[in-house]
Each structure stands twice: as C-alpha cells, then as structure tokens.
C-alpha cells in the first residue's frame, strides 16, 4: 500500500506545526521523483542538498538541489535540479516548500542565487516561481533528450560509464529509445545577495544617501 496516497485537505485548514522541511539524503526521496516528476528518478550526478518536506511526519515532497550546469555566467548559485509533491498532498504544498527552502538557504549558505527553470516542451509556464518571486532572466537553447522506458534522459547519459549508458546506446540503435528535441526552457532565479543586503541595510536612513526607497539606495 502506498501511504502517500491519501492527502487531501487544504494547507490552510492544518496547523503550521503540521508541515516540516528537513534536510535528508536523496535515498530518502528518490521514490517520490520516480512516481511524481516527469523526468523520474534519474538526474546524475553533483548532488549538494536534499529536502524532505513532510505533514504530521509523512513525506509528501522532495526537492535536489546541486551546482548548476550550463549556466556558467551565474556565479555563485545552485540549481533546483529536482522538486515534486505527492499528486494528492495539499493545495500550495509546493509553494509552501519552495519557500522553505529558499529560507533555509538565505540563512544558512552564502550562495547569490537560486536557478531554476520550468520547461516548455512539458507545457510548464513557471508559476510557482512567480508565486515566490524568483525572476525571470531568459531561455535556454534547445536541448536534446532521450526518451527510454517511460523516463526522460539528458544526452550525457548516452556517453557516461554506467550500465544503464551501455542498455541506453543499445536501445538508441535499436529504436526502443528515441532521441529529441525539446523546446527552451524559461530560465528563473531568486536573489539570495540581494535579499541579504536589504535585510541588512533596511535600517539604513535613506535620506542620508539622497534616496527615497531602498530599491534607489541599492541600484
């Protein structure tokens, strides 16, 4: 029986003491990407953080964070590689751990940002970074992926040595597995080093600097 399968009340009708965000390891979490994400299970490797989030102690969500890959010219940032809730856990749970997560990481890294991206080609529009002001700084090129089994794989899978690579490249010639390509995808981020330094400065006496809002002192 899959104990995940029956969450439907409202977030707003539960105590806040109810929901949890933990730091766990991605064994604890893996299941919920194979079940839940569009993408399963797989993401390979550079893993820098994992998060639970779980109601009355039952994991309904997981999220994967690690060093970004493509997008060089963000320095300083990590990647949301991974997040996804049960089907049937609360309305805004995602919302609800998302924003956990980013406090977590203005309060205990010294990272400049938090990169993610929502994917087009998965008719995907990015609302739940709009809901936590992330902001949007562009596009991805199109990328190539693999489809195999019922999963998506990047096209690095295709050459790394591991076993699944060498049954990949067999099934790639064979056409079980079909070679595609996907749509750019909406490139977001969330400003950690700047939201420190409000936090910082929000005593500050702008009259002193010949400014009127905070948003002036810091342009």
């Not at 539960?14 to 569009?38: A, G, P, T």
């Not at 956990?100 to 990015?126: C, E, F, M, P, R």
Request: net charge positive; charged share 25%; hydrophobic share 30%.
């Amino acid at each position: 029986m899959n104990m995940f399968q029956h969450w439907r009340v409202s977030l707003d009708k539960l105590n806040k003491h109810d929901c949890e965000m933990q730091l766990c390891n991605f064994s604890d979490i893996r299941h919920i990407f194979e079940d839940f994400h569009y993408r399963k299970g797989h993401m390979g490797g550079g893993i820098s953080q994992c998060f639970a989030m779980l109601i009355k102690n039952e994991l309904v969500g997981g999220s994967v964070l690690g060093k970004p890959r493509h997008e060089s010219k963000y320095e300083n940032c990590i990647d949301i590689r991974r997040m996804a809730c049960l089907d049937d856990a609360p309305f805004n749970s995602e919302s609800w751990f998302l924003g956990s997560i980013l406090k977590y990481l203005l309060a205990n890294t010294k990272y400049d940002g938090v990169l993610s991206y929502s994917d087009l080609t998965q008719g995907h529009i990015g609302t739940i970074y709009k809901a936590t002001n992330f902001t949007e700084t562009g596009k991805t090129s199109p990328t190539k992926y693999v489809e195999w089994n019922d999963k998506v794989y990047h096209m690095r899978s295709l050459t790394i040595d591991r076993p699944y690579s060498y049954e990949m490249r067999k099934a790639v010639k064979d056409g079980t597995a079909i070679i595609k390509t996907g749509e750019p995808k909406i490139i977001w981020m969330y400003d950690l080093k700047g939201r420190r330094k409000k936090k910082r400065m929000g005593k500050v006496n702008l009259k002193t600097y010949g400014v009127s809002t905070l948003e002036e002192y810091l342009s």
